[in-house]
């Protein structure tokens, strides 16, 4: 597999992070309660912290040789 097929999946997985992440927030503002809630808002954050990590990785690699 190529370096720059590599990094598209690697921003496959970031999107795919930010997405849950964004769902998890959501439901966790409007439909738990608790220590669920925090437990799920702190697991999407996370999500979220990663996947700008990864797309900040991503982004500022530089162009891939070919």
Known sequence: M???LMKM???FVAIALM?????????S???LSGVLKIIVSTIAY???ITAGLIIFFVVFSGPVPE
């Open 9 to 11: 999946w690697i921003s």
């Open 46 to 48: 996370l999500c979220m």
């Open 29 to 31: 503002r409007d439909k």
């Open 19 to 27: 997405f849950i992440a964004v769902i998890s927030i959501m439901f």
């Open 2 to 4: 190529s370096p720059g």
